[in-house]
């Protein structure tokens, strides 16, 4: 569903669709969980980490990443893509970026995790 609200999104503002990807699901599941169960948002600071490893970009078969998280909120995947991470200039020209073409989002309790990436 978020996936789907994004790539409409984009599409509104004259910008390509993105595809999932499993590796980057897992991924974002991941990181939703990590944040849930911390109970608090970790500023990308778990991506940034994880992906210090360089066998991690291999494993991704990426070569950018990007990450719009949100935490507090139960609502539809259009209402966090057109409120939530539209509402924020840095979320919302992640949504945006042309470079991307791969996402996937990661949910788990009210914490939500999309990652972007350009393969």
């Known amino acids: 569903?978020?996936?789907?609200?994004?790539?409409?999104?984009?599409?509104?503002?004259?910008?390509?669709e993105l595809r999932s990807d499993e590796n980057i699901c897992q991924l974002?599941?991941?990181?939703?969980?990590?944040?849930q169960k911390a109970g608090t948002l970790d500023s990308h600071k778990g991506l940034v980490s994880y992906m210090d490893d360089p066998n991690h970009w291999k494993e991704l078969d990426i070569k950018a990443i990007g990450e719009n998280a949100s935490f507090g909120y139960i609502m539809s995947g259009v209402?966090?893509?057109?409120?939530?991470?539209?509402?924020?200039?840095e979320h919302r020209e992640n949504q945006l970026n042309p470079?991307?073409?791969l996402s996937c989002a990661g949910i788990s309790g009210e914490t939500v995790d999309i990652i972007f990436g350009q393969r």
């Open 1 to 16: 569903e978020i996936l789907i609200a994004l790539n409409i999104y984009r599409k509104n503002h004259g910008r390509g």
């Open 28 to 35: 974002a599941q991941k990181r939703a969980a990590d944040q």
């Open 79 to 89: 209402h966090l893509i057109e409120w939530v991470f539209d509402s924020d200039e």
């Open 99 to 101: 470079q991307w073409n």
